[in-house]
Every structure is written in C-alpha cells, then in structure tokens.
C-alpha cells in the first residue's frame, strides 16, 4: 500500500507538471534551433599556428616581475625626452596599443583578447590578481535563473538577453578551462504542491533557451530521491525537488589562468603596481583616437603614471589607448581623467559564508529561490567544504570590506530553515566569511540594488578613457571581446587576426584529462586527495609543481607536504606560485593561488609561518619583512571571517603553536569540523571516561576497561587492532 501511495504521488508530480512542460518546450522551440545554428563550431579550423591552438610547454616559465617591470619602463612619455640621444631612440622604444586598469576577471580577458589578436597590452594591477571582486564570488558558471525570472515576469528584455548570453558563455567557460570549471547538478526543493509546475516550467526554459550549449536536462525527483541525493535537507512537507544543473569553478584561479595565458600570449603584467596619474597628449598634438565631445575637450590620453606598491617606484608608460576595467573602483580612475564626472557603479555586498563539508553533498547544491526577505540564496559544496550566500545589500566601495555579523547570521537562518532539525546550524561552524562587492551599472529608475541589472557597459570618455563596468564573472569573455572590439574602432588599432578566445584554451588544460591526478600519484607517491587538487588547479602545470617536490622521508607519501594536514595544499605550490605566478605578498598566497583563507580564515593563520618562511627563502625577506607581512595578513584575514582576538598573535606565537592552543580555549578544535563549548566539554568528559590511566591516549586496554565496566560478556575475547 505505501509503495502504490509513493508510485501514485510521482505520477502527480509528473502530471501537475507535464502540461507546463509542454507548453514551454513548444513555445520556446525556436530558440532551441537558433541556438544550435550560432553554437561554437569546436571542431573547426585545427591550423597548428593558430593562437587558439599555440600549446604551452608544460615546464614553461613565464617572464619574473621584475622582467615585466623593466618592459613597462621602457615604454616613455614624450616630456621624458630631453636629449638628441632620446628623441633618437624614442622611434625604438615601445609604446603599448593598450594599457589595461585591472586585473580582474575582465581585465585579464581584455588582456587576454588583445594579446591574442597580436596587439601590444600591458596590464597593471593595485593589488593582486583577482584580489576584488572577481575572488568573492559565488563560484557558479551560470546563465542565472533568478534573472529570467525577471525577465518573464517583468517583461524584461534586458534581463532575458542577460540569461540568453550568460547561458552561450558557459559552454565556452567550461570548455576553454575543464580543469578549474565542472558540471553542478543544483537542487530546487518544492514544499507547496502547485509550485511543481512553476519551477520544472522555470528550468525547462533554462535548458531550451541554452539550446544545444545545454549541459544536462533538468528533471523533476519525488520526496525520496530528493533526500537520498541531500540528506540533510529538510523532510517535512517536501513534495520533491527540481534539480538543474549549472557550473561550478574556482575564480581566482580561473583568473590566474586567464592572466597567464594573457603572457603567454605576450602580454606584459604586473600585479601590486597602481595607476597614481593619467597623460594626455597636448591639444596641438596628433592622435589617432576619434574625437569625442566638443572641440573643447581636452587632449587624448596618451600614458600613466604607476607606482610599484613594492618597492615605492614610480615611472611613466605610454599607450595609444587606456582601458579601466577596475570593477566597483571604475570610478576612481574615471576621476583621474575628469574629476567632475558622475560615479556610473552602485557597489552591492555579498557576504558569504564557508562551512564543514557534512553540511552538503559532495557533488549537487542547493538554491532557495525565495528566502525570507525575496532574495536568492545558494547552498553549494565547494573545493571539499562548502559555501552558502548571499546577502545583497548597498554598500561603499573599500578594498578589503569586512562580512557584518549580521549578514552572516541571516545566511545561517536561511541555511537552517532548509535544512532538517536534526543538523543543527551553528555559528561556530563557520570556518570563513567574507565580503564581495558586486559592480551594478547604475540605473537611475532603481529604488534598492536588488532591481539593478548584472549587465555590463562600455563607456568612452572624451579624453579616450575606455571603461568597461558592470558585468559578472560567467560574461567575462564575451564583455572582454566587446571592450577589445570598441578599443580597435577608438584608437585605430591595427590587429593582425579576429578574437579568437571561443577557442582558445587556457594555461593547464592543454594537457589535462579526467585521470592525469593518477598518473602524478604512480609518478610522485602523492596522497590521492592532494594530486586530485593538483591536477583541478593547475592542469598539465601540476607536472611543474611536482617538479619542485622534495621527498617527505616516509613510506607514504612518497613526495608532498601539506601546509596543514586538513588541506590538500602543498609547501610545494609556494615555491611554484612565487616563481612562476607572480606571488609577492602571504596574502596573495593563502588567498588567491591556493583558497586556504576562504576556506578557513584560523587555518589560514596556522600556516602563515612556514608560508613566510619559504616566500623569505625565494624572495630573500629579512626578518623585519617576514613580521611586517605576517601582520598586514592577520589584518587581511579579519575580512575573511578571522575573530578580533587573534590579532593579538604575533609570528613567534603562531610558530610556538599558540593559536591552536587559544583556539581549543574558546571552545572550538582546530579542524574542518567544530564544536561548540558545551559540545567540546561533553566530549572531553568523555574522553576521560574512556582514558582509564589518564595518560591521554585511548588504549585498547582502556577500551576493555569501559566495556567491562558496561558489563559487556566474553571482553578477553575481543581483539582490538588500531591503524
């Protein structure tokens, strides 16, 4: 009888939505058939010398910063020429076809884009790659459902042309970086019974409007499989689910690919190097960019001013073209160029929060589609923990912007009323938070940040200051390919071939498959779960990593040490990230090449020792360096979560193990799972129940010691065996 009632509830679920499913698939058929007919030809045009097929050496080193700094310092500005011997040489010296403000996701693509069309690009970064925004996103590649909600409801264009672009742009995400970007299944759980037909409606129109760039088709699950695939989800008064799939990548390392592949390409970076000024050319003298405005604007630019954050330097470069791709900073550098000019971002916060990974399934997440306040959140499993997020508030524009404790308890309230009871929500179980601002394009009809559209803009000014605005992290490429396309047309550039970036794989996946983590433990004696990490974020360059490896003197593993035992990170990718992907600060480090600080800001800070110390082998730190770095990194990682009283940690105190010590204090253990006071003090009672001779280790002896006090038959006859 029950087995009828479950068999007789799928077929509702599969009626109440089947008559929704089949007006959607008719209405929306014809877009299914455009997208197939403008989908990527992948397979076309396999020209060896085509730069979208150029493979990289697998030990290839790149140029070192200070390589790229004397590139950029050979570009100089007119009014620097004051001999024959200068105005002699100043035909030879290399002026830039662009200089690119940011190095972001969309200023790596635009560097990207260029360097591959065969134009001169320079790069300049204030901070570090992908140290803004594009590190604190929510790590989906998504078309963005909650946007076509908008655009059917609303009636909004906009927004439909933003989900239908978005959609044709993760195809091309996933296959041009493989190794940092999979495949997500997503679950929409139903608890009202005529929400059915609303939501399997809602995501058949994401995949027919995906077309044939579709990854897998949604599909609806009744009660049962809705919680055999995420347990802990809340049981009572579930219908079912709706389960959709998206992408999923790691951003800051999809930004570094995208940088070095930028080099790789022949574009000259530096990161940590900051645009103090902008040049313009004198109104008398000649230029090729289009003139904008009236004929009183002022002179084009012509170059910057930038000064190296790391040794205080400050020199000139020239440019024939200039594009601010800073995210929500944009305004800054359009201040630099005209300070009269209105700001053209409304910055959005969005906080979110890292959790132990029994909190989600390992291989599908979750939205809710309507929390308590009418935003989206997602719950999603991220780099072996996972993520929940996010909050959506107006925010000021500041570099590193601290998570509020209030936001960070909303996201836990929103997590606990779709979880079930029985796993209970704690705040001791987050492990990081930290705070991301989003770049809205102001719409000035717009009352809150929610109404604001993700979408991007280009923007000239009438001194030639190119700015690309807005946008999110799955458009980069196409907003890049815009931006690149309006700067050839602006400053009359001459590139020797189309943008090519559809095709063109990155840094690491020329050589990567699904199985290359087993040909590095067969090869190196790696843990299984660290050549896994190895192979997810660095490619074919996880060989170069491997390269550096120094035996560990046990039977297994062969070679690696971890940074920290409960992460796959290795003292191996310091030295790698150091030498060949521009490293210059701990921060860069624990943040951007590896994710140890998003993942767990206190684990973050237990490594921060031996992380100074091999950056101080390789960059020859003196010791009043190596504490100056440990402290602005303790100050970094209170914008990832860290609590206040560990500032009061210096570097010998982290290195003598004071920290483990302060934090099993408070009430917490130092690992992916925590324990709350009350929980650790019944846990520790216990242990001392068991450790019967008080020497802190439970023995099998002990262990025959508690079982006859429970008056357990037949103890001698038990053979214990501890591995």
Not at 466 to 491: Q, S
Request: aromatic letters at 8%; charged letters at 20%; proline letters at 6%.
């Amino acid at each position: 009888m029950n087995r009828l009632r479950h068999n007789a509830g799928r077929l509702n679920l599969r009626a109440v939505a089947g008559g929704s499913a089949l007006l959607t698939g008719s209405s929306l058929l014809y877009y299914y058939y455009q997208s197939r007919d403008s989908r990527l030809q992948l397979d076309s045009s396999r020209d060896i010398n085509h730069p979208a097929n150029q493979r990289p050496p697998v030990l290839w080193t790149p140029p070192s910063r200070q390589d790229m700094i004397n590139a950029l310092k050979a570009s100089k500005l007119v009014h620097e020429i004051k001999s024959p011997a200068d105005l002699q040489s100043k035909g030879t010296e290399p002026q830039y076809d662009l200089l690119v403000i940011g190095g972001g996701a969309t200023g790596a693509g635009v560097a990207l884009d260029a360097a591959s069309r065969g134009l001169k690009v320079a790069l300049v970064e204030r901070d570090d790659f992908s140290s803004g925004t594009s590190s604190k996103s929510t790590k989906l590649v998504h078309g963005g459902v909650r946007y076509l909600q908008k655009a059917v409801f609303n009636l909004d264009y906009e927004q439909y042309k933003l989900v239908r672009e978005a959609l044709h742009e993760r195809k091309t995400f996933l296959h041009i970086a493989p190794h940092l970007s999979l495949h997500l299944p997503i679950m929409l759980p139903v608890y009202k019974w005529w929400q059915v037909p609303y939501f399997y409606a809602g995501c058949k129109m994401y995949d027919l409007l995906a077309g044939s760039e579709n990854m897998e088709t949604s599909y609806l699950v009744g009660k049962g499989k809705a919680l055999e695939n995420f347990p802990m989800l809340k049981a009572d008064g579930l219908c079912g689910a709706v389960v959709y799939y998206d992408g999923s990548h790691n951003d800051s390392r999809m930004n570094m690919a995208l940088v070095m592949s930028a080099v790789h390409q022949g574009a000259v970076v530096a990161n940590h190097m900051e645009v103090v000024g902008l040049h313009k050319k004198a109104a008398n003298e000649k230029t090729d960019v289009k003139p904008r405005g009236s004929a009183e604007s002022p002179g084009v630019l012509s170059g910057a001013r930038l000064r190296d954050q790391v040794t205080g330097e400050e020199f000139d470069i020239r440019a024939k073209g200039i594009i601010n791709a800073t995210g929500p900073f944009c305004d800054g550098i359009r201040k630099l160029d005209d300070p009269s000019v209105p700001n053209i971002v409304a910055p959005s916060s969005g906080v979110h929060i890292t959790l132990p990974a029994y909190y989600a399934p390992t291989h599908m997440g979750l939205i809710d589609p309507a929390t308590s306040d009418g935003r989206v959140i997602f719950f999603l499993p991220w780099q072996g923990n996972a993520i929940a997020g996010t909050t959506d508030s107006p925010a000021e524009v500041e570099q590193d912007p601290l998570p509020k404790e209030q936001e960070i308890q909303w996201v836990l309230g929103e997590v606990r009323n779709y979880l079930s009871p029985e796993l209970k929500v704690r705040r001791g179980d987050v492990l990081s938070a930290w705070c991301g601002l989003r770049p809205l394009v102001r719409n000035p009809a717009a009352k809150d940040s929610q109404s604001l559209v993700r979408n991007h803009m280009v923007h000239v000014s009438p001194s030639g200051l190119l700015t690309i605005a807005g946008g999110k992290w799955t458009t980069y490429r196409a907003m890049a390919e815009e931006t690149v396309d309006a700067a050839i047309e602006t400053f009359n550039l001459k590139p020797q071939g189309p943008c090519v970036t559809k095709l063109l794989q990155l840094i690491g996946a020329h050589g990567w498959h699904n199985t290359l983590y087993i040909k590095l433990i067969q090869d190196f004696g790696l843990e299984s779960e660290v050549a896994k990490h190895l192979t997810d974020n660095y490619g074919d360059r996880a060989w170069s990593v491997c390269s550096l490896a120094e035996p560990t003197g046990n039977r297994w593993p062969v070679h690696g040490k971890r940074l920290d035992p409960s992460y796959p990170y290795l003292e191996e990718e310091v030295r790698y990230v150091v030498r060949n992907e521009y490293a210059i600060t701990p921060v860069d480090i624990i943040a951007r090449r590896t994710r140890l600080a998003f993942l767990n800001a206190q684990a973050a800070l237990e490594v921060l020792p031996r992380v100074i110390d091999i950056m101080a082998e390789e960059l020859g730190w003196t010791n009043m360096h190596k504490e100056a770095t440990f402290n602005h990194s303790k100050q970094f990682l209170l914008s990832m979560g860290l609590p206040r009283s560990k500032l009061r940690l210096s570097l010998a105190d982290v290195r003598r193990g004071l920290l483990r010590k302060q934090t099993a204090e408070e009430g917490q253990l130092f690992s992916r799972a925590m324990f709350s006071p009350k929980e650790l003090t019944q846990l520790r009672k216990e242990f001392a129940d068991l450790d019967t001779n008080g020497d802190g280790v439970i023995s099998p002896n002990d262990l025959q010691s508690a079982l006859e006090h429970l008056d357990f038959a037949n103890v001698p006859k038990v053979q214990f065996s501890l591995s």
